[in-house]
């Protein structure tokens, strides 16, 4: 299960990295990298990303203990991942709403949604 996590948490950092993208072309502009990076840590129009980013900082925690992963664990990710980005129907529909309209918008974020789910059928 590790290096189906370990694939998953490359495919989630793209996947973050296009959300981020979009996101800040909608914001506007952002100066430099360090103020960037502020924004979307601090500022509410990127708050509702924290949830994606606080369930990769969780895989990336887990990957980094000695002990292998088990298929309860990694199908526990799993599920976490699809309330946020679906298809499970009782999931957090605020992120959803936001993620699928950003899915309408970038090309470059429906291939890496893309890359996510299918690797997300491995585990």
Same mark, same amino acid.
């Given at each position: 299960?590790?290096?189906?996590?370990?694939?998953?948490?490359?495919?989630?950092?793209?996947?973050?990295?296009? %959300?981020?993208?979009?996101?800040?072309?909608?914001?506007?502009?952002?100066?430099?990298?360090?103020?960037? %990076?502020?924004?979307?840590? @601090?500022?509410?129009?990127?708050?509702?990303?924290?949830?994606?980013?606080?369930?990769?900082?969780? *895989?990336?925690?887990?990957?980094? !203990?000695?002990?292998?992963?088990?298929?309860?664990?990694?199908?526990?990710?799993?599920?976490?991942? !699809?309330?946020? *980005?679906?298809?499970? !129907? !009782? /999931?957090?529909?605020?992120?959803?709403?936001?993620? @699928?309209?950003?899915?309408?918008?970038?090309?470059? %974020?429906?291939?890496?949604? /893309? @890359?996510?789910?299918?690797?997300?059928?491995?585990?």
């Amino acid at each position: 299960m590790n290096e189906q996590l370990t694939a998953l948490t490359r495919g989630l950092r793209d996947l973050h990295k296009q %959300l981020i993208n979009l996101e800040t072309q909608y914001f506007g502009a952002v100066g430099s990298p360090l103020e960037h %990076l502020q924004l979307i840590t @601090n500022h509410p129009h990127f708050a509702w990303l924290q949830k994606l980013s606080g369930l990769m900082t969780q *895989i990336d925690e887990r990957l980094d !203990e000695e002990e292998p992963v088990t298929v309860e664990e990694a199908k526990a990710f799993r599920q976490s991942l !699809e309330m946020l *980005i679906g298809p499970c !129907e !009782e /999931g957090d529909q605020e992120f959803r709403a936001k993620y @699928n309209a950003l899915l309408h918008d970038g090309p470059e %974020l429906v291939m890496a949604h /893309g @890359n996510v789910r299918r690797l997300l059928t491995a585990i």
